[in-house]
């Protein structure tokens, strides 16, 4: 008798434990979580940028050169150090990008959309009305030859800005100086002479620099530098749209639907707690677990949260209560035929997982095919619920049947009623 009571306060004090760390690691590091996800335009404030690709009779639109604008325009994104931007495809010749933040919206608008088409050649002439025009035959290099690692410098010697270059193959930058020593080379930017420098050394290091009239200030050398890093676009983009979406709209949009999504949490937790007790209780733990668990997930891979996200984890809280309805149900169905406490507990959850599986795989897949085919903001809602749906069915399934289980063997409570079951009903 002695062991067995031993045994009970045992499973108890598990229980307990177990709910204490629950509860303690969720109150203690949620916020600081939270302010490591990143947050969408709709809800930080920043700017949408839509852009047209234009193709041309003698380079048409094709998947791979979309893909490759796509990834252009991703890499300038980021060179602007804008914190996880969303750079999607919309039909099949438009991109959207959200860029979320404070910064100048004119610079990127430049940024992404100007190509800064930088190429070097052996001999240029001037036309009639004083303007620089390439020999086009004697093309040496492009800005796509250059590492990503440009960069404004001061030279020590003369005191002059420069832009630094890198080759990605050295070998090639020492051919053309090994060619053109003692002889100038024509650097274009855009069509326009940036600079025509003498080569006077051979280099075998792959490094150079430019300057010129147009790179007189520190701002233009790390604006140029910062195109000549972003490389080339396949294809010219046109703007066709820029909105802006101000902080303070921004932020009365987080404020509102954190507030809705709190109200709606407390309902769900006070209505749980009512219809079922002790177990509703277990239940409203296993969602502060599953919230924590998702802030954590989104933090972890840093999923951008949009409007339609958040609102996605609201509807996973339903979900993830909606598995612990149908085992408590199952539950007190197994009571009213009898079985006692326990029992009705370990064949309740048996017959329920069936039903909680199917019923979160259909809604998996309807999200798994938004994603697949929807855009925007679809697609941010689908990956928010396909992850709460994962995550609800761990603390759902798992960890709030462990901690029943735990509970209902514990034998301190002996009546049905604190699982819901009703007054009428008593386990043997």
């Not at 209505?271 to 677990?289: E, S």
Request: hydrophobic share 45%; proline share 4%.
């Amino acid at each position: 008798m002695k062991r067995k009571i031993q045994r009970k306060w045992g499973r108890f004090a598990v229980f307990l434990v177990l709910v204490a760390v629950i509860l303690g690691l969720s109150g203690e590091t949620s916020l600081r979580i939270w302010r490591h996800i990143p947050l969408g335009l709709d809800l930080q404030g920043g700017f949408e940028l839509l852009y047209q690709i234009q193709a041309s009779p003698d380079k048409p639109l094709t998947p791979d050169g979309v893909n490759a604008a796509i990834q252009a325009v991703e890499l300038r994104a980021n060179s602007l150090g804008v914190g996880s931007p969303v750079i999607e495809l919309e039909g099949s010749d438009q991109i959207r990008i959200d860029l979320a933040g404070a910064f100048d919206q004119q610079q990127a608008e430049k940024i992404i959309g100007q190509t800064a088409d930088l190429r070097m050649y052996g001999n240029a002439t001037q036309d009639k009305t004083g303007k620089w025009v390439p020999d086009t035959k004697t093309l040496l290099a492009t800005g796509a030859d250059l590492k990503s690692n440009s960069r404004w410098a001061t030279d020590p010697t003369t005191g002059q800005n420069v832009v630094t270059l890198e080759f990605k193959d050295p070998k090639k930058w020492q051919k053309i100086t090994t060619d053109y020593l003692g002889k100038p080379i024509y650097v274009f930017l855009n069509d326009q002479l940036l600079t025509d420098p003498v080569i006077q050394d051979i280099m075998s290091n792959g490094q150079s620099e430019i300057s010129g009239p147009s790179l007189s200030t520190p701002e233009a050398c790390q604006e140029l530098a910062k195109e000549l890093n972003a490389g080339a676009l396949p294809y010219p983009l046109k703007l066709v749209s820029s909105t802006n979406v101000g902080p303070s709209l921004g932020a009365a949009s987080l404020h509102a639907t954190l507030w809705a999504g709190a109200v709606a949490i407390v309902l769900i937790f006070l209505f749980m707690l009512l219809l079922y007790r002790i177990a509703g209780l277990i239940a409203d733990i296993a969602l502060v677990a599953y919230l924590y668990l998702v802030l954590l997930t989104f933090a972890g891979l840093h999923v951008v949260l949009t409007l339609p996200g958040l609102a996605a984890l609201v509807l996973g809280v339903g979900m993830a209560v909606d598995a612990n309805i149908i085992t408590y149900e199952r539950i007190k169905d197994e009571v009213r035929n009898g079985r006692s406490l326990q029992s009705a507990v370990t064949t309740g959850n048996q017959r329920a997982l069936r039903t909680i599986l199917d019923s979160n795989a259909t809604t998996f897949i309807a999200g798994a095919v938004m994603y697949w085919f929807g855009q925007g903001d679809v697609r941010g809602f689908a990956v928010s619920l396909m992850l709460s749906i994962v995550i609800s069915l761990l603390t759902a399934v798992l960890l709030s049947r462990g901690l029943l289980l735990l509970y209902a063997k514990s034998g301190l409570t002996q009546r049905a009623w604190w699982f819901g079951a009703g007054k009428e009903v008593a386990a043997p």
